[in-house]
């Protein structure tokens, strides 16, 4: 059972627009969700993270927002530019996340030019 | 610099070929732990270390074997490697104070077992 969802496999977004990325998750036990963007090649880095006694984390380009009650969390990236080009990842943590994270499948984003 | 190396980066090899992926990380963190990458499925977890000594299964454990003699290392045991094994190795580390969510991974390791 997937208790993390990226329904997206892929995104394909136009340069200087907003790119919204989605995640759903199952395990209401979850107190603490975080993106990672992965490039070819390389392993995956922290983009941004959310406590879920937030509903939104803003650094810059990026807005995280979590609905609790839906289970679902988005990633905004605002305004697209061409190095957003990459996989992100959508993961979950359980307390101090003592067993680690639950990633979703991950969600290919396309900026075009 | 901060970082998580893993070694080696590429690998090729044959069934039954017992093989060892190295794992160091220089922030001296607690927890490390191995993921694996395969089209489709994401990042599942297959081993995690709370601290030297201390390991316990991840999600997708069999076939592989860990161990944690020293803080910084945490190697990946591959006693009898299959073809279903073929795929991308990521080791993680984080520390237990701060943003004890937020992982660091190596760079990866490309598995093929032929």
């Known amino acids: 059972d997937q208790q993390v969802k990226q329904n997206s496999p892929s995104l394909s977004v136009q340069e200087g627009r907003i790119s919204i990325l989605n995640c759903d998750y199952t395990n209401s036990m979850f107190d603490y969700f975080l993106w990672y963007k992965k490039y070819p090649a390389e392993g995956p880095t922290f983009l941004i993270s959310?406590?879920?006694?937030?509903d939104k984390n803003e650094d810059g380009r990026f807005t995280v927002f979590l609905n609790k009650s839906a289970k679902h969390l988005s990633l905004h990236i605002v305004p697209s530019q061409p190095g957003d080009s990459a996989v992100y990842f959508c993961a979950a943590s359980v307390g101090g996340g003592a067993d680690g994270l639950t990633f979703g499948k991950g969600t290919h984003l396309i900026i075009q030019p | 610099e901060a970082q998580v190396t893993q070694n080696p980066r590429y690998l090729i090899t044959v069934t039954g070929k017992k093989l060892t992926v190295t794992c160091s990380q220089n922030?001296?963190?607690?927890?490390m732990s191995w993921y694996r990458q395969d089209p489709g499925l994401g990042l599942r977890q297959i081993y995690y270390s709370m601290n030297v000594e201390v390991t316990d299964k991840g999600d997708v454990p069999e076939g592989y074997k860990v161990s944690r003699k020293e803080k910084r290392n945490f190697p990946l045991i591959l006693e009898s490697p299959s073809p279903n094994q073929t795929s991308l190795y990521f080791c993680a580390s984080r520390g237990t104070s701060g943003s004890i969510y937020e992982q660091y991974f190596g760079p990866g390791t490309r598995l093929t077992v032929t």
């Open positions: 922030m001296n963190h607690e927890y």
């Open positions: 959310i406590s879920s006694i937030k």
